[in-house]
């Protein structure tokens, strides 16, 4: 049986590799195809967490001390509330069939040293609002007691820039009333109800979705179910994704961009497994997939290449791993016609003597199984990193140019894996800094006219 190699030594090999990784794609954040897939990455639904929250926020309503959020006054919240009222055509109507409850509005309401609208403005930025900043506003609190509900409905916008939800619920105890979320015909519930840990600490529940969400409160069966819900409203677009002009530049603050997408993969990642179904839809995809098709119909553009929003640790990327929209996307470019390939990727960056940035660039990493030269394992690779090539021996027969550009959106899936920090002097010269990041590509091409008509 052989004797795998010690993982300090593959460290080494490994190390060596990296060394010799250079040049390569140049990285593209912007234009209309990063624009898409970031379109095709946002999560429709995000559950926010809430371990940190202030529990002994005290809340006020109408002047008169209300309890916290902790231990909220249900006699006074019940008292100052009202029945609450819905939208049908352009008439306000109500209708206790359709929906029984109550609310007390925002301007009512105060809730000292809350930081859950700052907390909720990040999560919902990373995977919600690609690229735009958000702001939540507190708009009012929901009441339903025993045998209230709202059936099937989509929140009306409060105003230009509203374009989602968020609910977060206090801290009382109830039974059904059931949240429920539904899209592209997917139906998921939600569980609102405040946790407890190993440590009996509260963690309270919120989730936040896009305003044309359909969206219902089951019957509550016993108890009372109050929570706060806020508007968010989008604030700073940046330039519109939807126009190739406008992103033609890339950004000229970009020193951390990389830094920037890992951090937003890290927050993404614990929506991803739940998530999956709710992630993209088929207008999405085929936006994608006419982009990839009218690039590749321009003169001198043979392959186009672009990061992958999950992580994949494999040594090969195979399409039975792919997951969520990389999945769907996949599936679409191949039922399109198109030859696709999956590939490790190396990003990198340098600074300059100076310490500022230098380009940012993309490799598609060999296949290790496919490109091992050393006739003895044991030894690794050469030390001078003469097999660190990072193209993979069945990439070498595609045929034409390989892609010049490699598409970053800001939601993919990136990991850190080397890092030396840009020193300003080492005796008589700078260190210069650099970074690289692991993920994965989808590369592109129009199938070769025989395997068409084979």
Not at 320 to 345: I, Q, W, Y
Not at 397 to 414: M, N, W
Not at 433 to 453: D, I, L, N, T
């Amino acid at each position: 049986m052989a004797i795998p190699e010690h993982e300090l030594l593959t460290f080494k090999r490994v190390e060596r590799l990296l060394d010799h990784v250079n040049g390569g794609m140049t990285v593209k954040s912007t234009g209309p195809l990063a624009g898409a897939l970031g379109q095709l990455g946002c999560f429709s639904y995000t559950k926010i967490p809430c371990e940190l929250y202030n529990l002994e926020s005290a809340i006020s309503i109408a002047g008169k001390p209300a309890g916290t959020l902790e231990k909220p006054d249900v006699s006074l919240i019940l008292q100052e509330s009202t029945a609450s009222s819905f939208g049908r055509g352009e008439t306000t109507v109500l209708d206790p069939t359709y929906r029984n409850g109550k609310e007390i509005p925002a301007e009512n309401i105060v809730i000292a040293n809350q930081y859950f609208p700052e907390v909720a403005e990040d999560e919902i930025s990373a995977t919600m609002f690609l690229g735009k900043t958000v702001k939540v506003k507190l708009y009012k609190l929901a009441v339903y007691e025993e045998g209230g509900h709202f059936d099937w409905h989509m929140d009306s916008t409060h105003s230009d820039q509203h374009h989602a939800t968020v609910l977060l619920a206090l801290n009382t105890s109830w039974e059904g009333g059931n949240f429920k979320l539904r899209r592209n015909g997917v139906e998921t519930v939600v569980d609102m109800h405040p946790e407890v840990d190993k440590e009996e600490n509260i963690n309270f529940q919120a989730c936040a979705f896009y305003t044309d969400t359909e969206h219902k409160v089951e019957p509550v069966t016993k108890g009372i179910r109050i929570v706060l819900q806020y508007d968010v409203e989008v604030v700073g677009w940046g330039a519109n994704v939807e126009d190739g002009d406008a992103q033609d530049e890339e950004p000229d603050d970009i020193d951390d961009f990389f830094d920037q997408i890992e951090n937003i993969s890290v927050k993404r990642r614990r929506y991803q497994e739940s998530l999956g179904a709710l992630i993209a839809n088929d207008e999405l995809v085929t936006k994608v997939v006419d982009i990839i098709k009218s690039l590749l119909a321009d003169d001198g553009t043979e392959e186009v290449a672009f990061a992958m929003q999950h992580l994949y640790r494999k040594n090969s990327i195979l399409p039975e791993f792919l997951k969520g929209a990389d999945a769907l996307l996949h599936r679409a470019l191949v039922s399109a016609s198109f030859d696709v390939t999956l590939r490790p990727v190396v990003l990198h960056m340098t600074t300059d003597w100076d310490g500022s940035s230098g380009p940012y660039m993309a490799v598609r990493w060999k296949d290790k199984k496919k490109t091992s030269s050393n006739p003895n394992p044991e030894s690794g690779s050469s030390d001078d990193g003469s097999n660190a090539d990072s193209e993979s021996e069945d990439d070498e027969d595609v045929g034409g140019a390989r892609a010049e550009v490699f598409h970053l959106p800001k939601f993919s899936a990136i990991k850190q894996i080397s890092c030396k920090e840009y020193i300003q002097h080492t005796g008589n010269e700078a260190q210069p800094g650099e970074r690289k990041y692991f993920g994965g590509g989808m590369f592109v091409r129009q199938k070769k006219k025989e395997e068409e008509h084979s």
